[in-house]
């Protein structure tokens, strides 16, 4: 079988817990926010690694963000990937899913010579999970979403299983393909600090460098349109503690609730 | 601007995308069938459901007693089984040959993977896992509730320009409507075209189960990670308080449970009246799907577990002494 080269689309994201909307802008305040990889594109990244282990190939690390994203990239190198783009540029800025598709399908074909795209299922901030089927489509390729594992069949064909409502399905689709990746179903790698020095340097493109119109990307770009924010709004709970030994406790757990539910 | 497919000017209607698996409806399709119907109400138009698949028709008269106008039925036998190709090539060429207006699609897997795929064909947006729907004023566009953060952050999505405008919605927002089985509707058959070599995709096994559907318990009682594997008590508990079990994406994910009782961000949003959540951190992509509860308790060894700021009854101790003298007192008197 031939090698398998793939593109893992890589999405820095603030940690989930640290991002608040301002009361007073009714803006995010995404300030005091630390960043990471998305979780799940961790676990994508580990797949294409395990899948070129197999197969021979290369292993390439894709994401649209801001210049602060390069070093989560260098992370992914560490890991050992073997390159790393970053589509940065202010006309990026404000996309939404379908803007987002677009330009990263128009990175991924600059890179060129793909046959497999892995995505995460989707990302801890916007969590549509709908850009890995834009990009297939943009690209034209077969698509695997909420896969749990992949694997090349001796036709060539990628055989993937995923998740449905109530079960799972294993299908065999041809490649090229774009697969989104389940959260947590493997074990990332650590990186590799000799490999964090070696590692190739991050190669930046702006949209001048992807031949793509201008008014097709970000803001811009966008049909949909955030009207507004506001902070989820949480309950006010009674917070009250339970005293006693673990016995009491349950026997006073039971009065509560059979006062709560009628029983 | 990406250019649009078609736009405001000559687009009309409230379409419903009515998934189904063997023939039956999902239940998403028939809560989307509920609310559509009300805001196709708010709108002077009318409701079509949008059904491929193989030997579907019941499922299309089901569709018209829980809602719908007008269904439009796009039967062959390559549609027995949902597949990504087949779905988006009927889907698009319908809409682009009728131009709706809106698009409403269930947020299942199936679902997600359809919406995303043909929203891009269509050159339009699509508003991802919306937890509430409803026109904005003036405009009359489609204003998609959405969370983001792990369920910290709510937004409106709107789409101004492109047409249909498209929404994923989360199975269990919208109440199931009661089915009228004397409502009028008319189902129209249409032609559909496919060959084998059409369909990229082989299924190769599927294994599904008519799991339960926790959105709509009264009481939940959810376990993770500090259940250890074990949901023997879980289980009694909730068969003793009339409930369902539910669990942390943990739980799901170390196979412990089935995934149908995943409760959070990328699980079930549920509104029990009572949850009892037991060895479960309190993540906020946890929460988000207990946040509506009535009553929330919970029972964690770690003081500083988040779950006791969300919670109206805490108990700081070891959960299985603690269920199991819960248990063995709620068992006494009951026969
Ligand atoms: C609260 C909130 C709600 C939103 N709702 C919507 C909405 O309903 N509709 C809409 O069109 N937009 C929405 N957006 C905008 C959306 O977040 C952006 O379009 C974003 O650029 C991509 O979408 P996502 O984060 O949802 O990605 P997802 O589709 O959830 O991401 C899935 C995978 O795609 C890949 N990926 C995604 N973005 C990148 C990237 N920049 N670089 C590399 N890989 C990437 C990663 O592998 C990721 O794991 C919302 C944003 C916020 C903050
Ligand atoms: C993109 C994304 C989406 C996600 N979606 C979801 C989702 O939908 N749902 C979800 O649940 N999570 C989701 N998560 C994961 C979430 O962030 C948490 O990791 C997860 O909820 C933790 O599960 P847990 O509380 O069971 O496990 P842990 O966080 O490990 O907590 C276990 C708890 O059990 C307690 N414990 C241990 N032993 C005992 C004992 N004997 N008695 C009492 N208490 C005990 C511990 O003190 C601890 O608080 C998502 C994460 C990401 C990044």
């Known amino acids: 079988m031939r090698p398998l080269d793939t593109v893992v689309c890589v999405k820095v994201v603030p940690k989930p817990e640290e991002v608040s909307v301002d009361p007073e802008t009714r803006t995010l305040d995404r300030a005091r926010a630390r960043s990471e990889l998305n979780p799940p594109d961790m676990n994508a990244i580990e797949m294409a690694l395990a899948l070129r282990e197999r197969h021979g190939g290369t292993v390439s690390l894709l994401s649209m963000g801001p210049p602060f994203a390069a070093p989560y990239l260098q992370v992914g190198l560490a890991m050992g990937a073997d390159s790393a783009y970053l589509l940065s540029d202010r006309a990026f800025a404000g996309a939404d899913t379908l803007a987002t598709s677009y330009t990263l399908a128009k990175g991924i074909e600059k890179i060129g010579g793909w046959d497999l795209i892995l995505c995460g299922e989707e990302s801890s901030d916007g969590a549509t999970g709908q850009v890995p089927q834009g990009i297939a489509e943009w690209l034209g390729a077969s698509q695997i979403t909420f896969a749990t594992s992949l694997a090349v069949r001796a036709d060539g064909r990628l055989v993937g299983e995923r998740e449905i409502r109530g079960g799972h399905e294993v299908i065999a689709v041809p490649l090229p393909a774009v697969v989104s990746v389940k959260l947590g179903v493997n074990e990332p790698r650590f990186m590799d600090m000799e490999r964090r020095h070696s590692a190739a340097p991050v190669t930046v493109w702006g949209a001048g460098d992807l031949g793509v119109d201008p008014a097709w990307l970000g803001f811009e770009g966008s049909p949909t349109a955030v009207g507004a924010v506001w902070q989820a709004r949480t309950r006010e709970r009674r917070r009250e503690f339970l005293e006693g030994t673990p016995q009491e406790k349950g026997r006073l757990l039971a009065e509560r609730l059979r006062a709560l539910l009628a029983l | 601007m990406i250019p649009p497919a078609y736009g405001p000017e000559v687009a009309s209607g409230l379409w419903v995308y009515l998934e189904q698996e063997a023939g039956r409806l999902e239940g998403v399709a028939l809560e989307l069938l509920g609310r559509g119907r009300e805001l196709a109400a708010q709108k ?266 969300d919670a109206d009854l805490c108990v700081m101790d070891d959960l299985f002494p603690v269920l199991e003298a819960l248990i063995a007192e709620l068992q006494r008197g009951t026969p």
């Open chain 2, 44 to 309: 002077g138009t009318a409701l079509t459901g949008l059904l491929p698949g193989h030997q579907v028709q019941d499922a299309a008269r089901v569709a018209i007693a829980h809602g719908a106008d007008h269904v439009l039925v796009a039967d062959h036998p390559l549609l027995a089984a949902y597949s990504t190709e087949a779905w988006t090539e009927i889907a698009a060429r319908l809409i682009l040959e009728r131009k709706p207006e809106t698009l409403l699609l269930g947020a299942t897997p199936n679902g997600r993977d359809l919406a995303g795929r043909l929203a891009v064909r269509l050159r339009t947006g699509l508003t991802a896992d919306c937890t509430g729907l409803a026109w904005e004023e003036g405009t009359g566009l489609l204003l998609g509730e959405v969370t983001g953060f792990g369920g910290g952050v709510m937004a409106s999505i709107k789409c101004a320009h492109h047409r249909p405008q498209m929404a994923t919605v989360r199975p269990g927002i919208f109440p199931l409507p009661p089915p009228d089985p004397r409502r009028a509707g008319t189902i129209e058959e249409v032609s559909v075209a496919l060959s084998p070599e059409a369909l990229k995709a082989e299924v190769l096994r599927r294994v599904r189960q008519e799991g339960v559907d926790i959105t709509r318990a009264r009481v939940i009682v959810a376990g993770g990670r500090g259940v250890k594997g074990d949901f023997t008590p879980l289980t009694e508990l909730a068969r003793l308080l009339g409930g369902e079990v539910g669990a942390s994406r943990v739980a799901c994910d170390l196979g412990w449970i089935g995934r149908d009782r995943q409760i959070g961000q990328t699980g079930f949003v549920t509104r029990p009246w009572l949850a009892l959540v037991c060895g479960i951190s309190g993540a906020t992509q946890f929460t988000v799907g207990i946040k509506d509860a009535e009553q929330i308790v919970a029972i964690n060894s770690d003081p500083d577990a988040p779950i006791f700021e």
